[in-house]
């Protein structure tokens, strides 16, 4: 079945340092991918998305690129923020499977001032 | 962009009593909404799918009889925690699926029972 598998975290980084988030997948066809962000206390919000090999997801400053060949979807940012402090959610999505959403483990992130 | 709300965003119940919480898109129609189960940091649990005018499908493992999940409009479903235990304390989010399959989430409603 489909699966994601993210970086381990928690990830504590000092403002305006880089940031990759790790994130690989095992789908039985052809799925979006996306990153989902969840600050504390709230729901869930998309922060990109990719529908096919190769796309670049953006928002806000974080990319990921869709890489069929190595089966994944990092996320980056070049420089973050205290605001940037949340969890991390990868995740894919397959027509297949009625559309429902598989998500990795989450990476908690702290960016300290 | 699409909006979900929930309701209510926090509730205290007694152990035995039932709890409704309700699921609302705002600006959109969804035909089919999801209901999530999120324990203290881990990872959403898909708990079921909600079809609008039909039963709900449940994942494996998930008491279909003790989350009672009804879809009755194209931007309403509602779950109800019937005969709550302190172990059904959790952060329950519901998300609503747009035209373009895209997913888009509540809140959340986190649960207490004593």
């Known amino acids: 079945g489909d699966s994601v598998t993210q970086m381990e975290g928690p990830v504590t980084l000092s403002e305006e340092a880089f940031l990759t988030i790790n994130c690989t997948y095992t789908?039985?066809?052809?799925?979006?991918l996306f990153w989902y962000v969840q600050y504390p206390g709230e729901g869930l919000q998309l922060l990109l998305k990719?529908?096919?090999?190769?796309d670049k997801g953006s928002n806000k400053g974080f990319e990921a690129t869709y890489r069929k060949e190595t089966t994944s979807f990092h996320l980056e940012k070049g420089s973050v923020q205290v605001s940037d402090s949340a969890v991390y959610f990868c995740?894919?999505?397959?027509?297949?499977?009625?559309?429902?959403?598989?998500f990795g483990e989450g990476t908690q992130l702290t960016v300290n001032p | 962009g699409a909006v979900v709300s929930q309701h209510p965003s926090w509730v205290i119940c007694k152990s035995g009593t039932s709890v409704k919480i309700e699921c609302r898109s705002l600006?959109?129609?969804?035909?089919?909404m999801f209901w999530y189960r999120q324990f203290p940091k881990q990872s959403l649990m898909l708990m079921a799918t909600s079809n609008e005018g039909s039963k709900a499908t449940y994942e494996q493992g998930v008491e279909k009889d003790k989350f009672l999940i009804n879809h009755a409009s194209l931007t309403l479903s509602t779950l109800t925690v019937t005969s709550a235990h302190p172990e059904d304390s959790s952060f329950y989010i519901c998300?609503?699926?747009?035209?373009?399959?895209?997913?888009?989430f509540g809140p959340g409603t986190r649960l207490t029972v004593t």
């Open positions: 600006d959109f129609q969804a035909t089919t």
């Open positions: 995740a894919l999505s397959e027509e297949t499977s009625g559309s429902r959403l598989t």
């Open positions: 998300s609503a699926r747009f035209i373009s399959y895209e997913q888009y």
């Open positions: 990719a529908t096919k090999a190769d």
């Open positions: 789908a039985t066809g052809y799925p979006s």
